[in-house]
């Protein structure tokens, strides 16, 4: 079966298991998951790895999502890559602005296997189509 | 000092994500609905959703809590924007472990980086369900990264708070403190 590459980008190292384990629960396997301290690093695994799918936090020090959102397009790092973001905001605006910069989901914290599996499968599944 | 550092860094952190809407944040005040965001009641929802997404537990709200162990963790988050402040998230070792080892499935046998690492995400988590539960507030208000503190025998101060909700929480026989404390609200 054809792996999934997964970018996790969260400055908090338990979030970034706590995600992994959630793909994991939602039958993403197997599943290759590469990790990011912030969105500086994120961008740094982009230009070296190549993922199927991201997921992102918003709230981060040195570059928050947002900006990794907006640098990924800017420099065309992983196109056709969906982005989905991951935060403890959930304000219509904070949905707005995730999606005017490029995100193709939104995930608030706290949640549950089952809502990553939501957001993230069909996403997956359209991308492999 | 630390409040303060905190609360700044969420202040700038919200004018970064709003300086295209000053319009309308010029235009929204919360003075109208303090009623609402003083509510002890969001508290108590905000807690009992992390917790039970989080950790898969039940927190029940409590009116005292036993003697403090020495050793403690806080993680602070701050707000800025229409309302500043902070959200406080304190507990003794032993509680601290154990909400590091529910939320990674791991052990743990002191307040190691990863235990910090857990109680900043609860802390963050809290701070943002609080916010979520007034809309004005979850447009208009910024939160900072986490900050934690560990160690014996330390007290926060907040000087003539605008408001403040002081909740004691247990689940198990682990028990912790949420503090809400705002000290400006536009």
Same mark, same amino acid.
């Given at each position: 079966?054809?792996?999934?590459?997964?970018?996790?980008?969260?400055?908090?190292? /338990?979030?970034?298991?706590?995600?992994?384990?959630?793909?994991?629960? %939602?039958?993403? *396997?197997?599943? @290759?998951?590469?990790?990011?301290?912030?969105?500086?690093?994120?961008? *740094? @695994? =982009?230009?070296?790895?190549?993922?199927?799918?991201?997921?992102? *936090?918003?709230?981060?020090?040195?570059? *928050?999502? =947002?900006?990794?959102?907006?640098?990924?397009?800017?420099?065309?790092?992983?196109?056709? @890559?969906? /982005?989905?973001?991951?935060?403890?905001?959930?304000?219509?605006?904070? @949905?707005?602005?995730?999606?005017?910069?490029?995100?193709?989901?939104?995930?608030?914290?706290?949640?549950?296997?089952?809502?990553?599996?939501?957001?993230? =499968?069909?996403?997956?599944?359209?991308? %492999?189509? | 000092?630390?409040?303060?550092?905190?609360?700044?860094?969420?202040?700038?952190? !919200?004018?970064?994500?709003?300086?295209?809407? &000053?319009?309308?944040?010029?235009?929204?005040?919360?003075?109208?609905?303090?009623?609402?965001?003083?509510?002890?009641? !969001?508290? #108590?929802?905000?807690?009992?959703?992390?917790?039970?997404?989080?950790?898969?537990? !039940?927190?029940?709200?409590?009116?005292?809590?036993?003697?403090?162990?020495?050793?403690?963790? &806080?993680?602070?988050?701050?707000?800025?924007?229409?309302?500043?402040?902070?959200?406080?998230?304190?507990?003794?070792?032993?509680?601290?472990?154990?909400?590091?080892?529910?939320?990674?499935?791991?052990?743990?046998?002191?307040? #190691?980086?990863? $235990?910090? #690492?857990?109680?900043?995400?609860?802390?963050?988590?809290?701070?943002?369900?609080?916010?979520?539960?007034?809309?004005?507030?979850?447009?208009?208000?910024?939160?900072?990264?986490?900050?934690?503190? &560990?160690?014996?025998?330390?007290?926060?101060?907040?000087?003539?708070?605008?408001?403040?909700?002081?909740?004691?929480?247990?689940?198990?026989?682990?028990?912790?403190?949420?503090?809400? $404390?705002?000290?400006?609200?536009?």
């Amino acid at each position: 079966m054809h792996e999934i590459r997964t970018l996790i980008v969260d400055d908090s190292s /338990v979030m970034r298991k706590i995600v992994e384990r959630s793909l994991r629960q %939602a039958g993403l *396997d197997p599943l @290759v998951v590469h990790e990011a301290g912030s969105g500086t690093e994120g961008l *740094d @695994v =982009l230009r070296t790895e190549s993922v199927d799918l991201i997921l992102s *936090d918003i709230n981060m020090p040195s570059m *928050d999502g =947002l900006e990794f959102l907006r640098q990924i397009r800017a420099q065309n790092l992983a196109p056709g @890559v969906p /982005v989905v973001m991951i935060t403890t905001e959930s304000s219509e605006e904070h @949905v707005k602005q995730a999606i005017l910069s490029g995100a193709r989901g939104y995930i608030r914290k706290p949640f549950t296997a089952e809502q990553v599996k939501e957001r993230v =499968l069909p996403l997956l599944n359209a991308k %492999a189509a | 000092m630390l409040l303060n550092g905190v609360r700044k860094a969420a202040i700038a952190r !919200n004018n970064v994500a709003d300086k295209n809407d &000053t319009e309308y944040s010029m235009t929204v005040s919360l003075r109208e609905s303090v009623q609402l965001v003083s509510d002890p009641r !969001n508290l #108590d929802a905000s807690v009992e959703e992390v917790f039970r997404l989080m950790l898969g537990v !039940n927190c029940r709200r409590e009116s005292s809590a036993p003697e403090p162990e020495a050793e403690s963790v &806080t993680a602070v988050v701050g707000f800025g924007g229409l309302l500043s402040g902070a959200c406080v998230f304190r507990s003794g070792a032993r509680a601290a472990l154990r909400i590091a080892a529910r939320m990674t499935g791991m052990e743990f046998a002191s307040l #190691d980086d990863t $235990v910090k #690492d857990a109680i900043g995400e609860i802390g963050n988590m809290l701070a943002g369900a609080w916010k979520g539960k007034v809309p004005d507030l979850a447009a208009n208000c910024g939160l900072s990264v986490p900050a934690v503190i &560990t160690g014996r025998d330390y007290n926060l101060h907040v000087q003539a708070p605008e408001f403040q909700l002081h909740h004691i929480y247990r689940f198990e026989d682990a028990y912790f403190e949420v503090t809400i $404390v705002c000290d400006g609200l536009q």
